[in-house]
């Protein structure tokens, strides 16, 4: 629980302007794996990056890290409705996804990195920064968790208070 509220704290600390934005509250609406959202996906990817650096000591630029997991697929459409334009989404999303985070927000070199490159090896230039293998990596991971319904992911889901607002709203 402890790493997961420093997890939390740091999420805010470098990505509450993207929490807070209107396209990635939207986001809630679009599910992403099995009944996790697009936005549920995003934070607990973020959450699970900063678990895999701090586990494997990896020095890692903090705010770089959270931001690109954020924004890894901010796509910002459901991808699970028929429509020409999601054709071929696994191979294109991620493309989409960092035109659409560059035009919102002010990325570095390592965020836009990270949001094209997460989906390698479908797409097939390899991620070029520590951060960016993370972010692939942590997705892998959440992807499967959240698709299997593991516990992990049901763990980490229920214990961001991040995650459990967005329930309260409701």
């Known amino acids: ?3 997961l509220a420093a997890c939390e704290a740091m999420i805010l600390r470098y990505g509450a ?3 807070e934005s209107s396209n990635m509250q939207m986001e809630k609406m679009f599910m992403q794996h099995g009944d996790v959202s697009v936005f549920e996906h995003s934070v607990i990817v973020a959450c699970v990056c900063l678990l895999i650096a701090g586990y494997l000591h990896i020095r890692v630029n903090h705010r770089a890290l959270v931001r690109g997991a954020l924004l ?8 699970h409705v028929p429509d020409k334009s999601h054709r071929l989404h696994g191979l294109f999303h991620a493309q989409k996804a960092c035109e659409n985070a560059s035009r919102d927000f002010e990325l570095g070199e390592i965020e836009k990195d ?6 390698f090896p479908m797409n097939l230039r390899p991620p070029k920064y520590r951060e960016s293998v993370i972010v692939c990596l942590a997705d892998k991971i959440c992807a499967t968790g959240e698709t299997l319904r593991m516990p992990y992911c049901r763990n980490v ?11 309260e709203a409701l």
């Not at 890894?72 to 991808?79: A, I, N, V």
């Open 157 to 167: 889901k229920e214990n961001l208070g991040i995650l459990r607002e967005k329930d």
């Open 1 to 3: 629980m402890k790493k």
């Open 17 to 19: 302007d993207i929490l």
């Open 114 to 119: 990270a949001i094209r490159k997460h989906m």
């Open 72 to 79: 890894h697929d901010y796509f910002l459409y459901d991808w």
